[in-house]
């Protein structure tokens, strides 16, 4: 078992930046593959990256390709995703998720933390 928490959601002006973090607590979380997703009221959950366990591989989605930069730091056993150039259509409810392969489908994604709200002010 794998557990995730996120942090660092918030209400930002658009424009704005934001980093969300994810702390992972159980099993060894070198081992995997971190992903972010989104999902908006009324719309299904949309990957916007992912880092393989060495970091070494990043998948990013085309819709934040340029804006947001996932990473991590295997001694804290965290996972980051810097947001920049922020807008409203950003907003959402953001959550990390842990894989066994660099993927960006959901149902690849064994463990899920509760999500962190983001909300860009236009």
């Known amino acids: 078992q794998v557990q995730l928490v996120e942090s660092g959601g918030g209400l930002v002006q658009a424009g704005g930046s934001l980093r969300l973090s994810c702390a992972a607590s159980?099993?060894?979380?070198?081992?995997?593959?971190m992903g972010w997703f989104r999902q908006a009221p009324g719309k299904e959950r949309e990957f916007l990256a992912a880092?393989?366990?060495?970091?070494?591989?990043?998948r990013y989605a085309d819709s934040v390709k340029g804006r947001f930069t996932i990473s991590r730091d295997n001694a804290k056993n965290t996972v980051y995703l810097q947001m920049n150039s922020l807008k409203p259509e950003d907003t959402a409810v953001y959550y990390c998720?842990?894989?066994?392969?660099?993927?960006?489908?959901?149902?690849?994604?064994?463990?899920w933390g509760q999500g962190t709200r983001v909300t860009v002010s236009s």
């Open positions: 880092i393989n366990w060495s970091g070494g591989r990043i």
């Open positions: 159980g099993r060894s979380f070198s081992i995997y593959t």
């Open positions: 998720a842990a894989a066994s392969n660099l993927s960006p489908s959901t149902t690849s994604y064994d463990y």
